[in-house]
């Protein structure tokens, strides 16, 4: 109803409709680019951020395997009796499949996390179906089973996301609650500090592997996980995977 309309400014005239078209392009560009990068949002498809009983927080890994922490980690969780998910990226899989392989007999969950950590929103359709099934093939390849869950890298989905992931045979597309931000550089303390946010209930995002080198230094996460893991299970806190948590109940968002 505004297309030609006239908005009164002083002694000028100026039509209300290259400013309005503008106005709209802008707040479009920002909602797409929200819900492109916004763990929370569901814009572009359902995905699971929590796991649906306060009692229970899911840890999550990305970018591994990687030789020079997940060892330990394993270690770590398994001292501490705890199952945990990893989203990992074909190609380190390709690169270290005996990591991988540890990580499986250890009972954990597996994910997808593409072949090459490719930020999916900017490439095809096709090139993002070719990224899934490459990583799909190299875990199933490796470690004798095929994912079910897939969490795109740097978090950035797009409108052709869901069906892909859909189409691979995937249940469903993951994000998180809460993240340690522990791909960046920072001291024990701040990360130990990050991870004193996580309530029951959450998906916690945390890395094991680093997309932009092989192998990569995460000793923050190690030093972060040895502080709170007993912390947590003293608060009564139980330890789920995404498999655990499909199992039980449908999760929210």
Not at 8 to 24: D, K, Q, R, T, W
Request: with cysteine; net charge positive.
């Amino acid at each position: 109803m505004f297309r030609g309309a006239i908005l009164p400014m002083g002694p000028f005239n100026i039509s209300a409709a290259p400013l309005i078209g503008g106005a709209s392009a802008v707040f479009a560009t920002g909602a797409v680019a929200w819900g492109a990068i916004a763990s929370r949002s569901q814009l572009f498809g359902h995905t699971i951020r929590h796991t649906g009983d306060s009692r229970t927080i899911a840890l999550t890994f990305d970018d591994g395997p990687n030789p020079a922490l997940t060892p330990n980690l394993l270690r770590v969780l398994e001292v501490n009796h705890v199952h945990a998910t990893f989203f990992l990226i074909g190609s380190f899989v390709k690169k270290c499949p005996g990591v991988a392989q540890e990580i499986a007999a250890c009972g954990h969950t597996i994910g997808n996390h593409t072949h090459t950590h490719r930020p999916l929103f900017w490439i095809s359709r096709g090139q993002a179906a070719d990224e899934i099934a490459r990583c799909q093939d190299a875990i199933e390849e490796t470690c004798g089973r095929r994912p079910m869950w897939m969490r795109p890298p740097f978090g950035i989905r797009g409108p052709h996301i869901s069906s892909v992931v859909r189409q691979a045979g995937l249940k469903g597309v993951v994000m998180w609650s809460r993240s340690a931000r522990d791909w960046k550089p920072r001291s024990v303390a701040d990360t130990v500090q990050r991870l004193s946010h996580v309530r029951g209930g959450e998906i916690v995002l945390l890395h094991d592997g680093d997309c932009r080198r092989f192998p990569g230094d995460r000793h923050l996460t190690l030093a972060g996980l040895d502080y709170w893991l007993p912390m947590w299970k003293s608060a009564g806190l139980e330890f789920v995977t995404l498999d655990d948590i499909a199992r039980h109940e449908t999760p929210d968002t």
